[in-house]
């Protein structure tokens, strides 16, 4: 079975999300809000922070479910 993977970017960056293999531990969303808003229906909002504070939050998602790409 091929693993789902869905893709946020812009020009700067690209942010991979593996729902399957997402704990749900919160981490992104508590401490990137204006990213990371599962209210919203494209829940991740790369245009909200910089590449760089995307991808420091991104580095603390203990599933490793979040990952980033720099462009």
Not at 22 to 27: A, E, F, L, V
């Amino acid at each position: 079975m091929e693993e789902k993977i869905i893709k946020y970017e812009n020009g700067d960056i690209e942010v991979l999300w593996r729902p399957e293999k997402c704990i749900h531990s919160g981490i992104c969303v508590k401490g990137l809000r204006s990213v990371f808003d599962p209210a919203r229906k494209k829940w991740v909002d790369v245009n909200a922070a910089t590449f760089a504070e995307i991808a420091a939050q991104i580095d603390k998602c203990p599933s490793k479910a979040l990952q980033y790409i720099l462009k």
